[in-house]
């Protein structure tokens, strides 16, 4: 009814139809519904798909099969000037130019669709995979947003979706693009991850070639991304030097007559081939916001000053002989950090840091013992060596392997 009233009012001059707070708070409340937060931008979009539905039933058509996109658009600034205005909504400012609009005294419960967690079991997603790779045809393709194509698995009634509300569909979409790989990106859709772009360049980045054949220019090999990058870096004027990672490609076409491929020197994204240690110094990569990622030139590194003796033990002041390890024993994993006490008798003390641990004693075969330019008569040397975050089995250190582990 609402959407029926706004589409009724529709501004032919202006291709717009006029809004009400009765409108505005309809969508809002059934964005509630779907646990979806109630964005500007979302809740312009569910104005239109009320007045979608409102017209596709006025000609008897199932809702189902409105087309939101025919609707005529919402002005976002009377949008936002109706939930300013009202007492019924409280509109919080959000990340950039975004704002969000609230029922006051309302409760409600909206779901994150980028939620890092998973709280769907395990059959859920097999079931879900399972119906993504036994599509055909044209059911392959998906409209390429989150939000659009969480409408249309649920238009479809995927298997595990029906009684699930949309913005936990939402996040379940999310998750099978950037977790569970199910899904990807091509040509402005969202596809089963085998056909998408994704994939693609994964394979092209494993054996090293471009995604492109033939474009006419050379493949930029890491020398000639090295010696661009120095050049571009160096003719920014102001500090600190760098540019758009957008940019780059284009310049590099430009000025050098050569491609970047980021699969062609291994990568599958180019913010990770910026990454790259060949480049570390040379460049690397800062995320200001909004999606802009920035080149900078790559500090100087500065030479790193010996540490300070421990003041309750001597180091070694050169580093230990090689000793191949005791045959039957298991490397030396699981505790952050090991002390050992050398003794000269070619006897090595581990001891873990925690006193429960204990301490365990090996004699190493073939190690020398004492002689006069030996450690003979001096105090026993300590050192420390890093390890795992793990600890092992029962905490301990060097246990012998078969049944004593």
């Not at 000037?81 to 130019?97: L, T």
Request: proline share 8%; hydrophobic share 35%; with cysteine.
């Amino acid at each position: 009814q609402t959407a029926q009233h706004g589409s009724d009012h529709a501004s032919s001059a202006e291709g717009m139809f006029e809004i009400s707070v009765a409108d505005v708070k309809v969508a809002v409340r059934s964005l509630y519904a779907d646990e979806l937060k109630p964005f500007g931008r979302v809740i312009i979009r569910r104005l239109r798909e009320l007045a979608a539905e409102a017209e596709a039933l006025a000609a008897g058509t199932p809702p189902e099969m409105a087309d939101a996109d025919a609707m005529p658009w919402v002005d976002p600034q009377r949008l936002r000037s109706i939930c300013e205005c009202s007492a019924d909504f409280a509109v919080n400012r959000e990340a950039g130019r975004e704002y969000s609009v609230w029922l006051v005294g309302e409760p409600c419960t909206f779901v994150d669709p980028c939620l890092a967690c998973d709280p769907y079991p395990a059959d859920f997603w097999a079931t879900l995979n399972e119906y993504f790779e036994s599509l055909e045809g044209d059911r392959l393709r998906f409209p390429g947003g989150r939000y659009a194509c969480a409408r249309e698995l649920v238009r479809r009634r995927a298997p595990g979706i029906e009684g699930r509300s949309l913005g936990q569909v939402c996040h379940i979409i999310q998750m099978s693009i950037s977790q569970k790989r199910f899904l990807g990106h091509c040509d402005g859709f969202l596809v089963p991850f085998r056909y998408s772009a994704e994939c693609r360049k994964e394979h092209c980045a494993m054996r090293q070639q471009p995604t492109v054949q033939n474009s006419g220019l050379s493949v930029a090999t890491i020398e000639d991304l090295r010696n661009g990058m120095r050049i571009l870096l160096d003719d920014c004027t102001a500090e600190p030097r760098q540019f758009n990672l957008g940019n780059l490609k284009r310049f590099f076409r430009s000025r050098f007559n050569l491609v970047v491929s980021e699969t062609a020197l291994g990568h599958t994204k180019l913010h990770n081939l910026m990454l790259d240690p060949r480049l570390r110094d040379i460049c690397t990569v800062r995320a200001l916001g909004a999606g802009q990622v920035k080149v900078v030139r790559a500090e100087p590194s500065q030479p790193s000053s010996p540490a300070a003796p421990h003041p309750e033990r001597t180091r070694l002041a050169a580093p230990l002989p090689h000793v191949p390890a005791p045959v039957g024993l298991l490397p030396v994993v699981g505790l952050p950090l090991l002390r050992a006490t050398c003794f000269s008798d070619g006897r090595i003390e581990w001891l873990s840091p925690a006193a429960s641990h204990g301490a365990a004693s090996f004699d190493f075969p073939g190690s020398p013992g004492p002689t006069s330019s030996d450690l003979s008569g001096q105090p026993p040397c300590s050192f420390d060596t890093d390890a795992d975050d793990d600890d092992g089995p029962g905490g301990a250190v060097g246990a012998r392997a078969g049944s004593d582990r």
